[in-house]
C-alpha cells in the first residue's frame, strides 16, 4: 500500500485552486482586482467589432490624417471584419476589444487594418475609443512592424 504524505496532497491542492483562478494570461488575479472592482468601473460594455460606429470612426479619421497629411488616399469599404481576441492579458486590464478587417482605398487596393476598441480611452475617459493601424500604412512606424503592435 502507497502512502501519501500530508505536505504532497497539500500541494497538490493548492496547484489545482490556483489553476482554477487564473486569468487569460496564465496568472492569478484575485476577484477584487478585476476591472469591475474598481473605483470607476469597466464591464467591458464595448461594440462589436463590425459596428458601424467603429467603423465609421476608423474611417474618419483614417480619411481625416490622409488627406491632411499624405495626399488623397481614403477609405471606402470594410470587408472580412473578425475578432481576433477579447480581453487577452486578463480581468485586470482595461477591456479591449481586438479585430482585424480589409479596408478597401480608392486607389483600389485591399489593405489590412488591425484595430482595438477599448473601454473609457475616449474623450475625458467616458467612452470607448478605437487604436487602429492599416497595414502599408504605418508611415512613422507607431505599430511596427506592420501593424504587430496593434494587434494583442
Not at 488623397?72 to 482595461?94: E, M, N, Y
Request: hydrophobic share 40%; with cysteine; aromatic share 12%.
Amino acid at each position: 500500500m502507497r502512502r501519501v504524505s500530508l505536505f504532497s496532497t497539500l500541494a497538490a491542492a493548492i496547484c489545482l485552486s490556483g489553476l482554477s483562478a487564473q486569468a487569460a494570461g496564465g496568472r492569478y488575479v484575485h476577484p477584487a482586482d478585476r476591472a469591475e472592482e474598481r473605483i470607476i468601473p469597466m464591464y467591458g460594455n464595448l461594440p462589436a467589432c463590425e459596428d458601424p460606429a467603429v467603423l465609421g470612426a476608423i474611417t474618419s479619421r483614417f480619411n481625416s490624417r490622409e488627406a491632411n497629411f499624405w495626399g488623397p488616399l481614403q477609405a471606402v469599404s470594410f470587408d472580412r471584419v473578425r475578432p481576433i481576441a477579447w480581453r487577452p492579458w486578463g480581468d485586470d486590464f482595461i477591456p479591449r476589444r481586438f479585430c482585424t478587417a480589409r479596408v478597401l482605398t480608392n486607389d483600389g487596393v485591399l489593405r489590412r487594418v488591425d484595430y482595438s476598441v477599448r473601454e473609457n480611452l475616449g474623450l475625458f475617459g467616458y467612452t470607448w475609443n478605437v487604436n487602429w493601424c492599416v497595414s502599408g500604412l504605418d508611415r512613422h512606424r507607431s505599430y511596427a512592424p506592420d501593424c504587430k503592435m496593434a494587434r494583442p
